[in-house]
């Protein structure tokens, strides 16, 4: 069973105050790696379990969005694609994804 999914637009996780996208390469808009990966972005270890890329076949807005495919017959893994992101305490961020 081949299973596709795709994230579209772009991720944005914002201080409440400062309004400013903290994330960097929120939309997946910047040209990958020689090895494939996404700028700023890492996999997890089910990631080689499945091909993790940035597409233009959907985007929500700008050029392109994350796909994920499963490599596998059977169920496919978890995949989780993270980037660390500096916060400061006793304040509120919220996290939007399209």
């Given at each position: ?70 490599l596998l017959d059977t169920e496919p ?22």
């Amino acid at each position: 069973m081949m299973t596709r999914l795709i994230v579209t637009g772009a991720m944005v996780m914002i201080c409440a105050a400062a309004s400013a996208n903290l994330l960097q390469n929120p939309g997946f808009e910047m040209p990958a790696g020689a090895d494939g990966a996404i700028a700023h972005w890492t996999a997890n270890a089910a990631a080689a379990q499945q091909k993790i890329w940035a597409d233009d076949a959907d985007p929500r807005s700008g050029e392109q969005c994350l796909a994920i495919r499963s490599l596998l017959d059977t169920e496919p893994a978890k995949s989780i694609v993270s980037q660390r992101v500096a916060v400061e305490p006793n304040t509120n961020y919220a996290l939007t994804l399209w």
